[in-house]
């Protein structure tokens, strides 16, 4: 890579929690980075925390609702027509439910599919052209613990679409491989975000009696992982599922 030659990479739902910390570590690292926000007033938000990124054409920002595919295929078209490469995927757009089996109706397991697993499918998929062409690519999916183990309170279709995200990490990983692409998922449980802020403080602490490490994770130790998967150095692993949960899953 020429010296002068910034990376480019798209996070999804990179307003806050794991998103945000990982499009922030982006930006710290140099990289050119589009902020994919579902909501307006988020948007601009964040836009007002990179102020002086926006300044120097750093930082893009697209609203964006991540089960619109057409959407999706506008997203990815913007940011090539404006910075001409993608290089850095990650989907990390979710929303989780902890509805029981039994009140899971048809319109809350297609959002959920929707927004979770069908928008990995399709923003990866849109990106892929314009990665094989530069021989050069890094796609990571925000999975889940609840994917791999069964979920402790999420619901059926949020374990589902996680569960689907990694088959689909591994099928995109094979066939991509002989491109320079790489496709992994990454399955945290317990991290910190805003909303575990609001707990009641005995759920937390709770919660933190079954970790093994005592503690919540922090989004940064999240992006940290994120940073190395997307970089050079990152790049004999595909396929690859990575466990970041304080050890509540050991195999
Ligand atoms: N925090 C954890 O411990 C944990 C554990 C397992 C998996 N995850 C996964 O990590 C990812 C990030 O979660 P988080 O913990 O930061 O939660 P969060 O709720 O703070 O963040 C989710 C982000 O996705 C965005 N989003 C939701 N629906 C969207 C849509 N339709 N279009 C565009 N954006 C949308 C939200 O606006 C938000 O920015 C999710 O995929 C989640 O399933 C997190």
């Known amino acids: 890579m020429q010296m002068n030659e910034q990376r480019v990479a798209i996070v999804t739902g990179a ?7 990982v499009a922030e570590n982006f930006v710290n690292e140099g990289k050119k980075v589009v902020f994919v926000i579902r909501n307006k007033a988020n948007l601009e938000e964040t836009k007002q925390r990179f102020q002086k990124e926006v300044n120097e054409n ?10 619109d595919t057409k959407g999706i295929k506008h997203a990815v078209d913007q940011v090539l027509t404006e910075w001409g490469r ?3 995927l990650v989907n990390n757009a979710g929303i989780r439910y902890e509805t029981p089996i039994e009140e899971i109706n048809e319109e809350e397991w297609d959002q959920v599919i929707d927004v979770n697993l069908k928008s990995t499918f399709f923003f990866s998929q849109a990106v892929v052209p314009a990665m094989k062409e530069r021989g050069w690519g890094r796609i990571i999916n925000m999975s889940s613990f609840g994917g791999q183990a069964g979920p402790l309170t999420s ?8 569960a689907g995200q990694i088959a689909l990490s591994k099928t995109f990983a094979r066939s991509l491989a002989q491109y320079g692409i790489t496709v992994n998922a990454v399955t945290p449980a317990s991290v910190r975000t805003p ?31 994120v940073s190395y998967l997307a970089s050079d150095s990152g790049g004999f692993t595909t396929g690859a599922t990575f466990d970041i949960n304080g050890g509540r899953l050991m195999r």
Do not use: T
């Open 155 to 162: 619901g059926a279709h949020y374990s589902a679409s996680k």
């Open 86 to 88: 993608i290089d850095i």
């Open 15 to 21: 307003n806050k929690g794991l998103g945000l910390a």
């Open 58 to 67: 750093r930082v893009m920002f697209i609203q964006l609702d991540v089960s």
């Open 195 to 225: 909303e575990m802020d609001k707990m009641d403080p005995a759920k937390i602490a709770q919660m933190v009696e079954s970790i093994p490490l005592k503690r919540v994770g922090e989004p940064k130790e999240v992006a940290d992982l």
